[in-house]
């Protein structure tokens, strides 16, 4: 049985969902879900939404103790920050794009590092004192990493910062990869928000779209329970069919037990999954 409850969030109206489920292995070790998400969503006018997705896998090992807390503070960050971005460049897709990649890395790890702060002086108050001219070893406490997309009408804005997927289904079928996977790192290394100069090392892409696409995040325990990325894109392709033909409100009650089958029989990790199915996105709307 898991230690905590699955977390989850869907939309009807809207189209879009986020779930995470405990790691299996996890379970039998007593150990917290170290991934966070969080979704917002909005009307900018009469006729058009905006949704903002955010997930964050915490880091979990010894030396980061408190990333758990680092992934829910990396994901409010996301969700703020991008709302501002929007509010500040709306109907221009060029200054969308220019303010999301000039400004959204460093205005992100700022509210973060000002959320861990908050924190650390409730949680361990004499930690703080002891370290408090070596913020850096508070940070790396509550290392994560973070992926975040915004979705309007001017375009679909991704960025990401270490590992995860991001994975787009469109409505005929075509799958893509809009950030693929570094190839700068080996083995299970991954960049982080603690990383040394972690405001360069994240990758962003935009897309637009005239049909209906479907927009999927997940934490890598998701994409390490299949045997390999053709297996992961069937998946997002089956669950596009799924939505189109029973709604999402129907799959938004199957999903938690997927995922936790995925990670009891597949990667044992804990698994985040957010997605939009998204039908807003014109490529003429804006320059």
């Known amino acids: ?20 489920v405990q790691g299996a292995s996890h379970i039998r070790e007593g150990k917290h879900c170290q991934d966070s998400f969080e979704i917002y969503s ?15 896998d915490g880091h ?20 703020e920050e991008l709302k501002l971005i929007y509010y500040f460049s709306r109907g221009s897709k060029s200054q969308i794009l220019k303010n999301f990649k000039s400004d959204f890395p460093t205005s992100t790890l700022k509210r973060w590092r000002e959320a861990i702060i908050s924190d650390i002086k409730i949680r ?7 370290n408090f001219n070596n913020l850096k070893q508070i940070y790396k406490r509550y290392g994560t990493t973070l992926m975040a997309v915004l979705i309007v009408p001017e375009g679909i804005f991704m960025a990401q910062l270490g590992d995860g997927d991001m994975l787009l289904v469109e409505s005929n079928e075509r799958t893509e990869f809009p950030i693929p996977a570094s190839d700068e790192l080996i083995a299970n290394e991954t960049y982080s928000m603690t990383s040394t100069d972690s405001t360069r090392l ?13 927009v999927m995040l997940s934490t890598d325990g998701l994409s390490n329970s299949f045997e390999d990325d053709f297996s992961f894109t069937k998946f997002g392709i089956s669950l596009l069919r799924n939505i189109n033909q029973f709604g999402i409100e129907k799959v938004a009650k ?12 597949g990667s044992g990790d804990d698994i985040t999954l957010a997605f939009a199915v998204v039908d807003i996105c014109k490529d003429d709307i804006a320059k």
Do not use: H
């Open 1 to 20: 049985m898991n230690m905590e409850k699955e977390n989850l969030f869907f939309s009807k109206e809207l189209s879009y969902f986020g779930c995470s």
């Open 202 to 214: 994240w990758k962003f892409q935009m897309y637009s779209a005239d049909e209906p696409v479907l």
């Open 60 to 79: 979990g090992s010894e030396n980061y103790d408190l990333s758990k807390y680092g992934a829910e503070f990396a994901v409010k960050a996301a969700i």
């Open 42 to 56: 909005e009307s900018i006018d009469e006729d058009n939404k905006m949704i903002i997705m955010a997930v964050a």
């Open 124 to 130: 361990e108050e004499e930690f703080y004192k002891t």
């Open 254 to 265: 199957e999903v938690p037990g997927f995922l936790n089958r995925a990670s009891k029989n």
